[in-house]
C-alpha cells in the first residue's frame, strides 16, 4: 500500500502571499489531519478532516484553512503569509478510529 | 488541556548501550504512538500502543495506561538511532487530535 503523499515538499513564499499545500491519505483512510512544525512550538494540530467535513480545528488564525475531496485527499491554504509561517507542515492519514500515519511533510520557507 | 512530557529532553549514547525513554500524561488516553523523525523531517511509526507491551526487533514499548505513562526501549543502538523520539497521545473522550510531547533527541556515536 502507498504511503501518505504531500505536495510540494519544499515551498519558498515571500510575505503577503498565499500557499496550498496538498495530501493525499493512505487508500481507504477517511481521516486527514494536518500539523505545523516550529522549533519553538513543537509539533501542534491544525485540523482534521473525515467524509468531507471537518471534525477539529486548532489554535490557529483564521488564515489558515483546509478542506478534503470526496476521494479523501486534502488541502491547506495559508493565506497573507508571516514569516512566522515558516515550518514543516504534516499530514496524517488514518482508517479512524486509530493509527495515525505520516507524511513526508511539506517545508515552507516564507521570506 | 492534556500534558504530555518525555524525559530526557536530550540523550546521547555510544553505540551498543541501551537506553529508555519515557513519556507522561495528565489525562486517560484512547490512543498512544511513539514515533521516531527522520533527519528529512518524516516522523515513523515505532508503536500504536494505548496500553500493553510490544517489541519490534530492538525496540520495544510498555503503556501502562492507569498509570498514565508509557516507556520506550532501545537496545543495542545503533548510529542509525539518532533522531528525535516523539510520544503522542489521544484524550479518552475521543474525537481530539494527537497531542504531541517536546521529544528526546537522542544521539548515538560510533
Known amino acids: 500500500k502507498a504511503g501518505v503523499t504531500q505536495t510540494p515538499r519544499y515551498l519558498i513564499k515571500t510575505r503577503g502571499q498565499q500557499v496550498t499545500l496538498s495530501c493525499s491519505p493512505i487508500?481507504?483512510?477517511?481521516?486527514v489531519s494536518w500539523y505545523q512544525q516550529t522549533p519553538g512550538q513543537g509539533l501542534q494540530f491544525l485540523f482534521e478532516?473525515?467524509?468531507?467535513?471537518?471534525?477539529n480545528k486548532g489554535n490557529f488564525p483564521g488564515r489558515f484553512s483546509g478542506r478534503q475531496f470526496s476521494n479523501s485527499r486534502s488541502e491547506m491554504n495559508v493565506s497573507t503569509l508571516e514569516l512566522g509561517d515558516s515550518a514543516l507542515y504534516l499530514c496524517?492519514?488514518?482508517?479512524?478510529?486509530?493509527?495515525?500515519?505520516f507524511g513526508p511533510g511539506t517545508r515552507l520557507t516564507v521570506l | 488541556g492534556i500534558q504530555v512530557e518525555q524525559s530526557p529532553p536530550d540523550l546521547i549514547l555510544q553505540e551498543g548501550a541501551n537506553s529508555t525513554l519515557r513519556c507522561n500524561f495528565s489525562d486517560s488516553v484512547n490512543n498512544l504512538q511513539w514515533f521516531h523523525q527522520n533527519p528529512w523531517g518524516q516522523l515513523i511509526n515505532l508503536f500504536y500502543?494505548?496500553?500493553g507491551t510490544k517489541q519490534n526487533g530492538r525496540l520495544s514499548a510498555t503503556t501502562v495506561a492507569t498509570e498514565r505513562y508509557s516507556l520506550l526501549y532501545i537496545s543495542s543502538s545503533q548510529t542509525t538511532d539518532s533522531g528525535v523520539y516523539f510520544c503522542?497521545?489521544?484524550?479518552?473522550?475521543?474525537?481530539?487530535?494527537?497531542?504531541f510531547g517536546k521529544g528526546t533527541r537522542l544521539s548515538v556515536i560510533a
Open positions: 487508500s481507504g483512510h477517511r481521516s
Open positions: 478532516y473525515f467524509s468531507e467535513t471537518q471534525r
Open positions: 496524517a492519514s488514518s482508517p479512524f478510529p486509530g493509527e495515525q500515519f
Open positions: 500502543i494505548p496500553s
Open positions: 503522542a497521545v489521544e484524550l479518552e473522550s475521543g474525537n481530539t487530535p494527537l497531542v
